[in-house]
């Protein structure tokens, strides 16, 4: 068994993979079920590498809760915590798992389901960043971010911001100018909400 990577948590923003409840943008192309049935693969894949990170702590922050059986199989499974997300928009509860785990560990990075191209090694990639960087953050194709990472939590970067849409990147880096943080971008990735990004899966898999 590979030792725990010290210093570093990694948490994931996961909602359960029910029909009507997950990957809804998806379900015109995919039907209700088939949408369920690729968030079950987005969240198992990315489970997969989160542990295979061997990070000091890894986090399946999930809703809602109490926990979708399969979310219970999971963290059985993988070694991995289980806990609720807070309530509130995106940053709000991007900005709690932040507050809870910089307590514990000195860089935190974060990431949701929707991205099959991130890697473990992107991951340490990330970490090794915030050695030298405030913040560390993997764009995403459609002008969002599919991860970040910190050292301190600074809620400036989670309040008022337009989430779900393209311009969460843009308004991040107005909102890191204005705090005078220093940041580091890797290669941007595609995530997977609207049926144009279903050419980005794996092609193994269900489309």
């Known amino acids: 068994m590979n030792p ?16 009507g409840f997950a990957k809804t943008r998806l379900i015109p192309q995919l039907g209700a079920d088939g949408a369920a049935q690729l968030a079950i693969q987005l969240l198992n894949h990315t489970v997969s590498v989160a542990c295979s990170t061997h990070f000091e702590m890894i986090e399946l922050c999930i809703t809602p809760c109490p926990p979708d059986p399969l979310f219970k199989a999971i963290s059985s499974a993988e070694h991995l915590t289980l ?100 940041w580091a971008e890797m290669t941007p990735l595609p995530d997977i909400d609207e049926p144009q990004d279903l050419v980005h899966l794996p092609g193994d898999w269900t489309k």
């Open 4 to 19: 725990k990577t010290p210093g570093t948590s990694l948490v994931i923003l996961a909602k359960a993979p029910k029909p």
């Open 83 to 182: 806990s609720c997300q807070t309530d509130g928009d995106l940053g709000q509860r991007m900005s709690a798992a932040f507050l809870k785990h910089l307590e514990r560990t000195p860089k935190v990075l974060l990431i949701g389901t929707d991205a099959p191209g991130l890697t473990a090694g992107m991951l340490h990639e990330a970490s090794r960043l915030l050695d030298t960087h405030d913040a560390v953050f993997i764009p995403a194709l459609d002008g969002g971010y599919t991860m970040i990472g910190l050292r301190k939590h600074h809620p400036s970067l989670f309040s008022n911001l337009p989430w779900s849409t393209a311009s969460v990147m843009a308004a991040t880096r107005t909102a890191l100018n204005k705090a005078k943080l220093s």
